[in-house]
């Protein structure tokens, strides 16, 4: 039998990209000690007060069908949490609650793209974007990241890859995999790029509650100009530890709500009602455990770092945000697909290979902080043994001299010494 060109499509490298993380479940399963830090599910728990809504709401009967895209009491909780969050003025018929961010991502890529157009993604990316973009037949066009800028974009490189095909541009702020944290100065560029061109902005700030070293968040549709042509997706999985819930939500203008809603109808006929009612208390309350979380992923970012600066063979570029951190392997003499195989299958630490995320992520692997404390400090400490035992071959050496934005970074970085050392010795 015959299949839909779509389902070769969504069978990408970004779907493979999970390969690593299942062998290290089938690891644990078979009783083997191994540190999983290649997904990015909360340890913590949901706060309870949403919880017993949601207990609540079950046992009184509200299992029936509800609003396609969010009831009325959800969508105005979530428009005035999205402008105290913001100061971007929206009101109900802004709102369109999706399952999950990635229902969001998926929403807004089938409302502004179709076969032949093109949407413009900085790389690395998250895994499924890919697939997002190819579901709706556009095609991505990735744009590097740089590390020497700590993965921050830039809009001059977003501008050169502009087409007469684009039809948007998708980011995500704080970013997963890198952790990069975009500032006004970045967003403001990249708006008038958008505005000049007559661009959709795509917007993923699923992390926008998780900022780290006092950063706050700006979102591009609160900007001059853009809250026209910004969709902004936005989820509670991370923020208030709810990924099994599935509760995401866009922003956009009234008439791109009113298309999402047209394709709820189509997909998936409105996310279960029980939820809808429970979780509006999630934007109407201040919840402490909201906070604790931010900062234990602060914690935990620090005490990786802290763990890794005397490791000679690996580089951590700290995060800004995001509960995710990248770690450059380019001194072991691996690529990021052979360290992250072999870290696994050696000492029993499981992290995602950077190119999973795009090319750009070559040369990298991402480490998920939602794991605890303990477990870090174990999984660094074993990250940094294993990276101890390897010897850097002279074929990295050369082909870092012959790549000098990279070459440079770790020459000034002192957690390479090794690269210093064994320069000296040829």
Request: with cysteine; aromatic share 8%; charged share 25%.
């Amino acid at each position: 039998m015959r299949y839909a060109a779509i389902v070769d499509r969504l069978a990408n490298e970004g779907a493979r990209a999970w390969e690593v993380h299942g062998r290290a479940m089938q690891h644990r399963r078979e009783g083997r000690d191994v540190v999983i830090l290649s997904i990015g599910d909360p340890d913590f728990e949901t706060p309870e007060a949403i919880t017993k809504a949601m207990v609540e709401r079950v046992s009184s009967g509200d299992t029936h069908y509800g609003s396609i895209d969010g009831g009325p009491e959800l969508k105005a909780a979530i428009a005035a949490y999205h402008k105290r969050q913001t100061s971007h003025d929206v009101g109900a018929e802004n709102i369109s609650v999706t399952l999950g961010a990635q229902g969001g991502l998926y929403g807004a890529a089938m409302c502004v793209a179709q076969y032949g157009d093109e949407i413009i993604v900085p790389q690395p990316v998250y895994v499924t974007y890919d697939s997002v973009v190819q579901a709706c037949g556009a095609t991505l066009v990735d744009v590097p990241l740089r590390p020497e800028r700590d993965f921050h974009l830039d809009a001059g490189d977003i501008e050169a890859a502009v087409t007469p095909r684009t039809r948007a541009v998708m980011i995500n702020t704080p970013h997963n995999p890198t952790g990069a944290a975009y500032g006004r100065d970045d967003l403001m560029a990249l708006g008038e790029v958008c505005k000049r061109h007559d661009l959709w902005l795509i917007s993923d700030e699923v992390y926008s509650r998780t900022l780290f070293d006092g950063r706050e968040h700006v979102s591009p549709a609160s900007l001059p100009g853009m809250a026209e042509r910004t969709i902004v997706v936005d989820s509670l999985s991370k923020s208030h530890a709810m990924t099994g819930w599935r509760v995401g939500w866009t922003v956009g203008p009234a008439a791109f709500t009113r298309h999402m809603y047209y394709l709820g109808l189509a997909l998936h006929y409105g996310p279960p009602t029980f939820i809808q009612s429970s979780v509006a208390v999630a934007f109407t309350e201040n919840f402490p455990e909201v906070e604790e979380m931010r900062a234990r992923y602060e914690a935990r970012r620090n005490l990786v770092c802290e763990a890794l600066a005397a490791c000679e063979r690996v580089r951590v570029i700290k995060p800004e945000g995001s509960c995710f951190m990248m770690i450059d392997v380019r001194p072991s003499g691996l690529t990021s697909q052979e360290f992250s195989s072999r870290l696994l299958d050696e000492a029993g630490v499981s992290l995602l290979p950077g190119e999973g995320f795009g090319s750009n992520g070559s040369g990298f692997v991402r480490l998920s902080l939602t794991a605890s404390d303990e477990e870090l400090s174990e999984a660094s400490r074993r990250i940094a043994r294993f990276a101890g035992t390897l010897n850097l071959p002279a074929r990295s050496i050369t082909a870092l001299r012959r790549a000098p934005d990279t070459f440079q970074d770790h020459v000034k970085d002192a957690s390479s010494p090794c690269i210093r050392r064994d320069l000296r010795s040829r």
